[in-house]
């Protein structure tokens, strides 16, 4: 009993999202294999990846308000300041914005980079072009937040890829989030955009790697006044 309570320690979680593709691929792999025996292996390793990719681990996230946690695994592809997409409703003016690009192997449970209520949802359709391009945040399918912490509004986007084609959102619009805490998805290569206040540093640079709810990827600025939002 002991050895088995080790195997299923060691073992990732996989996020219930995953099950239904995890099954297909498996269906698809024993008919494939009927046809020609070795294109089972082939089904079943597309199998295993797709187990790997819809994985959950728990993560630990740092207990400090001031620090800004990475909402995605994956790497740093932009760390610069940009105006912000105009459905976020964070003014005209540009903001730093952390960008982290997720390949088809990155765990794409997404976490919140900061705790505090979610103001606002908005969902715009667009291409599918590939993420990593900085153009990907105007013209790509995109599902945008907005996150009312006590230093300021956080924008945070999930940003559909080449490969993605379902951005999934497990919260809704008055949830109050706590930081690393999960609230969304997007299936099969991806990035996120983090959209932060006036005098936020970043504390990564591009190229670097940063696991969701535990890399800090700034820090809001030690004199900002709190802010006191409205409960409804």
Partial sequence: ?????????????????????????????????????????????????????????????PVADHLVVSPADGRVSLVGH?????????????????????????????????????????YKEGKFANAELDKASEVNERSSMVIENPRGEVGVVQ??????????????????LEAGERFGLIRFGSRLDVYLPDGTVARVAEGQTAIAGETVIAEFAVNAPHVSWRKD
Avoid: K
């Fill in 159 to 176: 940003i559909a890829g080449a490969i993605a084609r379902r951005i999934i959102v497990f919260s809704r619009t008055g949830d109050h």
């Fill in 82 to 122: 940009v105006v912000p997409p105009a459905e976020l409703g964070l003014g005209d003016e540009p903001l730093l914005r952390v960008s982290i690009f997720m390949n088809v192997f990155n765990c794409h449970v997404n976490r919140a980079p900061a705790r505090g209520r979610i103001a606002r949802i908005a």
């Fill in 1 to 61: 009993m002991d050895m088995i309570a080790s195997i299923r320690n060691a073992l990732v979680p996989i996020h219930r999202a995953g099950y239904p593709f995890i099954a297909g691929f498996f269906v698809a792999a024993l008919l494939l294999g009927l046809l020609w025996q070795p294109l089972f292996w082939v089904g079943l390793v597309l199998t295993l990846w797709c187990a790997y990719f819809f994985r959950d681990p728990e993560r630990v996230t």
